[in-house]
T-cell receptor, first 115, second 118 residues
Framework: AQKITQTQPGMFVQEKEAVTLDCTYD???????LFWYKQPSSGEMIFLIY??????QNATEGRYSLNFQKARKSANLVISASQLGDSAMYFC????????????FGSGTQLTVLP | GAVVSQHPSWVICKSGTSVKIECRSL??????MFWYRQFPKQSLMLMAT?????????EQGVEKDKFLINHASLTLSTLTVTSAHPEDSSFYIC??????????????FGQGTRLTVV
């Protein structure tokens, strides 16, 4: 079984500053993938970034980077140079490798970017 | 990237009626699709796994006779909320992954359907 814990229900950040959204996970699988999704008020789920458990380097996608610490079972999302459009709900998710199983999501963090 | 289209994006129905929600993978074949339910300010909760050509697998506590899932082709899964009641009002969202999975296979999501039962 997998579990994702996001301990920050809400976060505020000033525009143009960086922000870190926390995510810790628990899994008995040796190989797994970690995802971050953004959900604006419209409801769509927007894929942001992926980290494989055996990837040696932290994933980066534009302004998004993932601070992956496998021993600590954490996969924090870092958003650099925040923009007003980044205000949304952010979900961390995990899926085991080798099957078409569903993602297990955390409870989410509501990020608000202040002008 | 791959696209998953969900329709309708919102629907209002009367209590006791049934509502069908469609989820289509537009440019890839999805042997497996997932249906989630999301209450306001909460996470996505998996309702069921839809398998092409076979019966859906429902999560514990989800009434399979109330939430009918049909995955008749590799590109279409439907969720029918039967005899809807106000407590069924929620945001329903589907997702699909290409091929047989593997952890790196990104899950693509539909736009979601906001159901309101009055």
């Amino acid at each position: 079984a997998q579990k994702i814990t996001q301990t920050q229900p809400g976060m505020f950040v000033q525009e143009k500053e960086a922000v870190t959204l926390d995510c810790t996970y628990d899994t008995s699988d040796q190989s797994y993938g970690l995802f971050w999704y953004k959900q604006p008020s419209s409801g769509e789920m927007i894929f942001l970034i992926y980290q494989g458990s055996y990837d040696e380097q932290n994933a980066t996608e534009g302004r998004y980077s993932l601070n992956f610490q496998k021993a600590r079972k954490s996969a924090n999302l870092v958003i650099s140079a925040s923009q007003l459009g980044d205000s949304a709900m952010y979900f961390c998710a995990i899926v085991p490798s080798g099957s078409a199983r569903q993602l297990t999501f955390g409870s989410g963090t509501q990020l608000t970017v202040l002008p | 990237g791959a696209v998953v289209s969900q329709h309708p994006s919102w629907v209002i129905c009367k209590s006791g009626t049934s509502v069908k929600i469609e989820c289509r993978s537009l440019d890839f074949q999805a042997t497996t699709m997932f249906w989630y339910r999301q209450f306001p300010k909460q996470s996505l909760m998996l309702m069921a796994t839809s398998n092409e050509g076979s019966k859906a697998t429902y999560e514990q506590g989800v009434e399979k006779d109330k939430f009918l899932i049909n995955h008749a082709s590799l590109t279409l899964s439907t969720l029918t909320v039967t005899s809807a009641h106000p407590e069924d009002s929620s945001f329903y969202i589907c997702s699909a992954r290409e091929g047989t999975g593997g952890s790196k296979t990104e899950a693509f999501f539909g736009q979601g359907t906001r159901l309101t039962v009055v």
